[in-house]
Structures are given as structure tokens and as C-alpha cells.
């Protein structure tokens, strides 16, 4: 991209932000205003904090458990999905505390966490609610209840002893029990003769088999009773050596208890509007190169020319005139004020003044050199571009200048002349058409100093009328009377009667509304002349911008004669009779 493009596409970005500042503006206010009313409408939130502390004996074989590691294993168990069950589940059992008891798993995993303080051995276990008793007894009954789950571990990693001190009582009565058997059996033995042995111990020899038979049957008790014993010697000395190889697990203990806070730990209000404010800016300048990037309307002159190769002769501005109310207030059916056409008596100096001074002057430049009368056709895209009004100040400045003018409606479908010259006659351009005699139709407005020819409301067919072979005829004797002939026409677009009605001008003058009218709908409207098979509506036709917010327009900075009239304005004058 060459600095040129560049500079360019800065120059219409900071022209897009410029034009567009108060749009920019409202949306920043306006999302700063919901961000504070949100805030405010918060609830506050409340943090409280329990912390728990990992001490170690600083003996050599521990100092592994020292490091970071250790400390941030007991942050993830304490974060872990069956410590959140467990609190979760306890919680929800407690009768104590009804609002914690509904408490959600999702809500409990949101607002808890834990961490390690920096530069300890401290964990921090905090809970955050809109209520400070429940913030404060969540956060320590997480505490609390890992380390009764640490208490719960260091007692199933010494329940092997608990096992054998179960075990040993059992197989010491088994032991004496298979002693006992030995010796009753021994007993009854001698009582019954079949002596198998001395008082000292010493076996004698069985002396038949019922003896021997006896005596392998003493013998099986001696084995079982010495196997019992040994079993039991075993676990004893077992259970005495998992004793002396128990190691005491690190000490953990809560430092400190969480208390219900008192200040929110949730932002300040106020504070959420720096943040909206400057979001909502950039979304507005975003929006604002969008649309103006997406914008087609026309804005300037050379949007006209470059889209239908015509010139385009003035930028008419929006007429407000106020200052005229009063003085003609009584006739005017103009929207917020008197007609604009008005002006020219009362401030001919005035920016909508000179803009239908360019106008006439432009189109009427060439009859003026020939000396002859001109026909003028004023026309539009579509609806509501101005046309009318436009055709009568266009009428009304030629009579300013000493010619004779007739003003012509021909816009069958929306009549506008009669509502202008706040007339009420039921005759005029039908009537013309029909053959009757202009002299008869023929109205005179003797505060504009012109003719005009009215179109009361008729709904009729106009193509009839217009393809009369006396149409021509009828428009050169008027052209004959007159030194300029204005027709007010239907818009191009819709519409049949306006492509027939160019011909027969010698001037064709299209209203274009500006920021109204795209480029691509007044390119085909333009084109309705070009299929009649006219090679020189380039050169017949001119263009005029109607409706211009000067105040806006200059903000384009297009160095026309629009910005001009904003920054340089002319003194205001009395109008002079001359």
C-alpha cells in the first residue's frame, strides 16, 4: 500500500469518527450508564478467608516436604473433586445452616478457592457469597473437614495394627485352647490304663495297638498346639515391629479462622464504568467506519458525476425558515415554516437562495445565449427527493430574473403544485390535455410573480393523454408564450409518463436527495432516459442535491461550495424592493 493510500485511508477513518462523534458518544454514555446500573444492582459479595498451615519437623529425612511442591499437592487435594463432594454433602446434612444447605455443586465450585500464600507454608482457603455468615462458615468448613480427612488417612495407614491387636486376643485363646486339648488328653489316657507315658515325660514303648493308636493321636494335638503358638509368636512380634517403624505424618493445623467480613470484596460500581466507557467507545468507532464504509448514498457532487456522467449544478440545502413564520404563515403549507421558495423575497442571500440561483443560472445559461424559450422537465429517482419544491423555486427564481414562467404538474400519481401555491381549483392539466383552452386554465400567483398550471387529484391513466398527437403542439405554443417552461414530473423509477415528457424538453433537471438516495437506484432511474434512445441526455441532463444538512455536510470536508457556506457564512441582509 503507497503512503498515498495510506494517508487516505486515515484522512476517511478520522473523517468517519469526526462525522460520526455523537453516535460515538451516546453509545460510550450509554454503556456506561448500564455498566454503573448493573453495578448498583448487584448485590455486594462478601470473601472470607481460612487459612491452614503445613509445620514439618526440620529433621534431615523430612526436609523433602519443605518445598513448594508439597504445599501446592495440599492446594489440589483441597480443590479436587472429592473434597468439593464431601463439602458439598456436608453442607447439604447441616440443619444449622439452611442457606449454605442449599448451596449447588456449581455454585460451591465457582465461589471456592485456594491458594498458597506467597513466601509460606500457609494455605488460604476462601469462599465467596453474598452473605458474610455463609462466606465465613463454608470457608472453614472446607478447612475443617480436610483435616478430618488427613485424621481419617493417618488411621487407615495404621489399621494393620488395629487389625492384628483384633487378631492376637483370638489366636492366644486358639493357643490355649490346643494346650488344654494336650493335656486333657494326656489325662484321660491315665485314668484309662493305656499309659503311654512316665510322670517324667519319658515314652515307653505302646504294648499293643490301642496304645499305639493313642499315642499318634497325642502326638497330633502336640503339633497343632506348638503351630498355634508359633502363629501367635509371629503376629506379636509383627505388630511390635509396625510399631516401631511408624513415622508421624507432617502436622497440619488451622492458623487462623475465617470471621463473616465486613467491607465487599466485589468492585466498587463506579469502578465498572472506565472499562464500559472505553469498550463502548472502540464498538462506537468500530460501528461508525462501518457504516460509513457501507454507506452509498450520495454525498457530494462528484458522487453524481461519477455515477451518471452528468454535471451535477447545486447543492440545495435543507431550508428551515423559521424567521419567515410570521410573514407567511398564512398561505405556506410547508412543513415546519413558510416555502422555501419565499426566501428569495425575503433573504436572497442565504445559502438555499444561491443553490437555486446555481441552478437556474446553470440550466438556463444555454437559451439565454440562443435567445430562445426553454422547456425545463424537473424529475427524481423515486419519491420524496424534493422535486417539487424544487420545480417551484425554480420557477419562482426565473420570474425573478424577468422571464415569463409557466409552471406545469404532470405527476399524475402524487400532484404537488396545487398543495404548494396553497390552491384549491378542481381544473388545470387534465383539462389542458382534454383540448380545452390554456387561457382558461391557467392560474396566476401574484406573490411569486409566476404561472402555473395545476393537477388536481384524478385517478386516471396518463399515458393516453401524453401520446395525444397535439401534446407537442400544445407545449411549443406554450413554450411560445413563455420564456421558460417548468414541468413538475413523476419520478423516473415506477413510472412511464416521465421517459415520454424528456423528449419533448429541452432540459431535464434530476433531484436527488443527499444521504437518502443511493447510487445504484439514481444510476438506474438515469437510465430510463437512456432507453428512449436519446444519445444527448448526457448533455441535456444535469443534476441537482436537494435536502443538504450543510452543518453535516462540511463535516466531510469535501471543500465544496456546501462547506464553504458552513465556515465561511455571509452577514445575514434586509431584503431590498427594487
Not at 465465613?136 to 487389625?163: C, H, M, P, W
Not at 512380634?237 to 510399631?243: E, G, I, T, V
Request: aromatic share 6%.
Amino acid at each position: 500500500m503507497s503512503a498515498h493510500q495510506e494517508a487516505s485511508n486515515i484522512h476517511d477513518i478520522a473523517g468517519a469518527l469526526r462525522r460520526r462523534w455523537k453516535m460515538i458518544t451516546a453509545l460510550g454514555l450509554v454503556a456506561a450508564f448500564l455498566a454503573a446500573a448493573v453495578g448498583f444492582i448487584l448485590p455486594p459479595r462478601y470473601t472470607a478467608k481460612s487459612q491452614i498451615v503445613l509445620e514439618i519437623p526440620g529433621t534431615p529425612t523430612t526436609l523433602g516436604w519443605l518445598d513448594d511442591a508439597a504445599v501446592e499437592t495440599r492446594v489440589q487435594l483441597l480443590m479436587s473433586g472429592a473434597h468439593l463432594k464431601r463439602l458439598h454433602e456436608s453442607l447439604a446434612s447441616d440443619t444449622e445452616h439452611p442457606t449454605a444447605a442449599r448451596i449447588s455443586y456449581d455454585v460451591l465450585e465457582h465461589n471456592l478457592n485456594v491458594y498458597k500464600e506467597i513466601h509460606s507454608r500457609v494455605i488460604a482457603v476462601t469462599y465467596t457469597d453474598n452473605n458474610p455468615e455463609i462466606a465465613a462458615f463454608v470457608a472453614n468448613k472446607s478447612a475443617e473437614l480436610y483435616l478430618d480427612t488427613l485424621a481419617d488417612q493417618s488411621r487407615s495407614e495404621r489399621g494393620d495394627i488395629k487389625a492384628l491387636d483384633a487378631q492376637i486376643p483370638a489366636v492366644r485363646a486358639q493357643v490355649q485352647r490346643a494346650k488344654a486339648a494336650v493335656q486333657a488328653y494326656r489325662a484321660a489316657s491315665i485314668s484309662t490304663g493305656s499309659k503311654v507315658a512316665d510322670s517324667s515325660g519319658k515314652t515307653i514303648q505302646p504294648t499293643n495297638r490301642d496304645a499305639r493308636l493313642a499315642d499318634a493321636k497325642l502326638r497330633d494335638l502336640e503339633r497343632e498346639a506348638a503351630a498355634a503358638t508359633q502363629f501367635y509368636d509371629n503376629l506379636v512380634k509383627r505388630r511390635q515391629d509396625l510399631a516401631s517403624q511408624e513415622v508421624p505424618p507432617p502436622e497440619v493445623r488451622i492458623a487462623s479462622v475465617a470471621i463473616p467480613p465486613e467491607q465487599p470484596s466485589s468492585l466498587n460500581p463506579l469502578l465498572f464504568l472506565p472499562p464500559a466507557l472505553v469498550f463502548a467507545l472502540i464498538m462506537g468507532a468500530f460501528l461508525a467506519i462501518t457504516l460509513e464504509r457501507l454507506d452509498t448514498t450520495v454525498r457530494n457532487q462528484q458522487d453524481v458525476a461519477n455515477a451518471l456522467g452528468i454535471p451535477c449544478v447545486a447543492l440545495v440545502p435543507k431550508y428551515e425558515g423559521a424567521s419567515l413564520s410570521r410573514w407567511y404563515s398564512r398561505k405556506s403549507s410547508f412543513k415546519g415554516g413558510p416555502a422555501p421558495y419565499l426566501s428569495f423575497l425575503k433573504n436572497p442571500f442565504s445559502p438555499y437562495s444561491e443553490a437555486i440561483r446555481s441552478t437556474v443560472i446553470s440550466t438556463l445559461e444555454q437559451a439565454q445565449k440562443k435567445g430562445h424559450p426553454q422547456t425545463v422537465i424537473v424529475t427524481s429517482s423515486v419519491q420524496g427527493e424534493g422535486k417539487t419544491t424544487l420545480a417551484v423555486s425554480f420557477a419562482t427564481y426565473a420570474a425573478q430574473l424577468g422571464r415569463k414562467v409557466l409552471l406545469i404538474d404532470f405527476d399524475f400519481r402524487k400532484p404537488g403544485v396545487l398543495e404548494h401555491l396553497a390552491g384549491s381549483d378542481e381544473t388545470g392539466t387534465l383539462e389542458l390535455l382534454a383540448g380545452r383552452p390554456a387561457a382558461d386554465l391557467i392560474k396566476h400567483h401574484a406573490e411569486l410573480g409566476i404561472d402555473y398550471l395545476p393537477l388536481p387529484r384524478h385517478w386516471i391513466d396518463p399515458l393516453p393523454l401524453l401520446q395525444c398527437p397535439n401534446l407537442p403542439e400544445l407545449l411549443q405554443q406554450l413554450r411560445g408564450r413563455y420564456d421558460c417552461v417548468v414541468i413538475d414530473s413523476a419520478p423516473l423509477l415506477g413510472t412511464t409518463e416521465t421517459r415520454l415528457l424528456s423528449m419533448m424538453a429541452d432540459k431535464v433537471v434530476l433531484a436527488v436527495r443527499w444521504g437518502s438516495t443511493r447510487q445504484d437506484i439514481m444510476q438506474h432511474a438515469f437510465r430510463q432516459l437512456q432507453t428512449l434512445g436519446e444519445t444527448h441526455d448526457n448533455k441535456r441532463a444535469v443534476a441537482v442535491i436537494t435536502r443538504v444538512d450543510l452543518k453535516l455536510h462540511s463535516r466531510y470536508r469535501f471543500g465544496d461550495v456546501g462547506e464553504v457556506l458552513v465556515r465561511f457564512p455571509y452577514p445575514q441582509a434586509q431584503a431590498r424592493q427594487i
